[in-house]
């Protein structure tokens, strides 16, 4: 998992509209953040999952226009 959000941060580096892109580095975040013990870290990783969820849903929303 951990592996895999390099390459979603690169694809989206070169495209940022990428919304497929920002669903899966989101799970990658939520799974990360469910085997993590440290709190700060745990919130850290939580507060990237749903900034990407957003990012996400805002870009379902312009296709949608």
Sequence with gaps: VQKAIPDFTFALSLDGNIK????????????????????????????KAEADEQKAESLKKEDKK
């Design 20 to 47: 497929i892109a920002y669903e899966y580095r989101a799970r990658c975040y939520r799974k990360m953040s469910e085997a993590e013990q440290d709190p700060a870290k745990k919130a850290d990783l939580i507060a």
